[in-house]
């Protein structure tokens, strides 16, 4: 009878044995291919933080369905934002007292309403038009931008974050990095984009900024926003742009490398959670109404705003955006994790995150590359020396510090504030090692059969 109990003991034992092994060879053959295949660690340290503290220089104002269809209730979806909607939205956020708007929708086409948004803008004098910017195309044609029609009254500056995505591994999916500065030829379009130029109109190739970098500028330093493109001119240029300073130089926080590097988004929570106040365009609407009934009966009322309101958009850049579901501007973050194919993240509110980013200099910083390889292979080597007896515990203490070193790289990057380790290579190497170890351990041992 104890010969029976012992036999299934050990069969136990074994069964549990090759269980662990095996998930545990599984998980090291997905941790290096995580790191081959250039995946980074960023995303979970986003995501396993949730949301992040944020400045109190940022605003968002969505347009969402409810404000289209007060604006239209016989269409309600419109495919274009109605441009006289934009000029009473910054006559709005002019009287609430925004310092600094960022218009995230495209206005390369003319239509109808634009001489009211030009003088709403023009009346304003700080505001961000975003441009269509297109860095690959077909015909192997230099980058260009669709100038903006407010390009006379306002700063323009490039905004598709989607150019920009990469993904786990390296195609197309996350939102993680942005550039602040690239070369771009403007041009004037009509038609559909990207055909029709007009003539053989297109402006030489010139550094042009990004609309957070745009915005970010001018909330701090308070200049004209025609200095910024001369700024950039001196210390930016070439083709592909090349610049020889940082954000420090511009008067912001030092970024962590020059302005041509693309900068890493070290997001301050998911869509809706991360404490950047957003109000709907529809609540702006309803209070334009009384100066909107007014100006049909010939009267010019002042605007009056609700002092909730002015408290949330007094002296912020306010993000002006679209977020209904024909807009299309949605893009996938590491708070989509696990489904990562799915959009959950305005554009809006991308760059209103990166703005606040800019602004307070809470930037991305890592520790990888000699440093993450070195404290691999270090952990590798002590993984092998002792491995001479692969038993369980040897099992378990290695797969708790592989536990340990994920929970560390999580709590150094929330209390620094977006100081990234780059575990992945110790935990790829420490996983590879003690797969190894147990495999070859089990090889080894006298046939027990």
Not at 97 to 120: E, H, S
Not at 185 to 210: C, E, H, I, K
Not at 287 to 297: K, Q
């Amino acid at each position: 009878m104890s010969a029976v109990r012992d036999t299934i003991a050990r069969l136990g034992r074994d069964v549990a044995h090759e269980v662990v092994v095996n998930v545990l060879a599984a998980l090291a053959v997905g941790a290096m291919a995580f790191v081959l295949l250039d995946g980074r660690v960023d995303g979970l340290y986003v995501r396993a933080r949730g949301a992040a503290p944020v400045s109190d220089q940022v605003a968002v104002v969505s347009l969402d369905e409810e404000t289209f269809y007060l604006w239209n209730p016989y269409d309600p979806s419109p495919e274009t934002t109605p441009r006289a909607l934009l000029a009473e939205t910054v006559r709005f956020l002019s009287a609430a007292g925004a310092k600094v708007i960022v218009l995230d929708l495209l206005t390369d086409q003319p239509a109808p309403g634009d001489d009211a948004l030009v003088a709403a803008v023009q009346a304003h004098g700080r505001v961000v038009a975003a441009e269509r910017f297109s860095p690959q195309r077909a015909d192997g044609v230099a980058p260009f931008a669709a100038a903006s029609v407010l390009s006379d009254v306002a700063l323009p500056a490039y905004a598709n974050l989607g150019l920009e995505e990469r993904t786990l591994f390296s195609g197309e999916m996350i939102v993680r990095d942005v550039p602040l500065v690239a070369a771009v030829a403007r041009a004037r379009l009509s038609g559909p984009f990207p055909v029709g130029l007009v003539g053989a109109f297109q402006d030489d190739d010139a550094p042009t900024p990004a609309v957070a970098f745009a915005a970010a500028w001018m909330q701090i330093t308070g200049l004209p926003p025609a200095d910024l493109p001369v700024a950039i001119g001196a210390r930016c240029g070439g083709v592909p742009v090349q610049c020889s300073a940082g954000g420090s130089a511009f008067g912001l926080p030092a970024t962590p490398g020059p302005l041509h590097e693309p900068l890493s988004l070290n997001f301050r929570g998911p869509e809706g959670g991360d404490h950047i106040p957003a109000v709907s365009g529809a609540r702006v609407l309803r209070s334009l109404g009384e100066s909107a009934l007014a100006a049909t009966l010939g009267m010019n009322l002042p605007i009056t705003v609700p002092d909730d309101l002015a408290a949330l958009l007094r002296g912020r850049v306010v993000v002006v955006g679209r977020v209904d579901a024909q807009a299309g501007d949605q893009f996938v973050t590491p708070y989509a994790w696990p489904a990562m194919q799915g959009a959950d993240m305005s554009g809006p509110r991308v760059h209103a995150q990166l703005i606040d980013t800019l602004l307070s200099g809470r930037h991305m910083r890592r520790v990888e590359g000699g440093w993450a390889w070195a404290g691999a292979a270090t952990l590798g080597l002590t993984v092998l020396l002792t491995g001479r007896r692969a038993g369980a515990l040897h099992l378990v203490g290695w797969l708790g510090v592989t536990a340990a070193t994920v929970a560390g790289g999580i709590a150094a990057f929330n209390l620094f504030d977006g100081l990234v380790f780059d575990i992945a290579p110790a935990v790829a190497l420490m996983s590879c090692t003690l797969t190894a170890v147990h495999l070859y351990a089990r090889a080894a041992q006298p046939d027990a059969g």
